[in-house]
Nanobody, 112 residues
Framework: VQLQASGGGLVQAGGSLRLSCAVS??????VGWYRQAPGKERESVAR???????NYADSVKGRFTISRDIRKRTVYLQMNSLNPEDTAVYYC?????????WGQGTLVTVSS
């Protein structure tokens, strides 16, 4: 199983980015995005499981949207109204046959 995340970059506060995560070797039924800011622990940002149950961290509700293309085996994270507190390395993850797999991370930097 391999995951390849992309789409990170530098954006001004109030801007938007869309992250993508291409998955090979596994289905995208149970997927999620996580982030880790400097000096902080990794936290869950958004998760989608099973038939489409979605959970968001309180800090991103109403601003971020997780979605997936099952045919392309790709997971997306649309991030709007970004603020400096969203600066972090973002990781995608897929749970396949009870094992969690992780991508390499993509850096998102939001300038004020």
């Amino acid at each position: 199983v391999q995951l390849q995340a992309s789409g990170g970059g530098l954006v001004q506060a109030g801007g938007s980015l869309r992250l993508s995560c291409a998955v090979s070797g596994a289905s995208v039924t149970d997927v999620g995005w996580y982030r880790q800011a400097p000096g902080k622990e990794r936290e869950s940002v958004a998760r989608m499981v099973g038939g489409g149950i979605i959970n968001y961290a309180d800090s991103v509700k109403g601003r971020f949207t997780i979605s997936r293309d099952i045919r392309k085996r790709t997971v997306y994270l649309q991030m709007n109204s970004l603020n400096p507190e969203d600066t972090a390395v973002y990781y995608c993850s897929v749970r396949y046959r009870t094992v969690d797999y992780w991508g390499q991370g993509t850096l998102v930097t939001v300038s004020s």
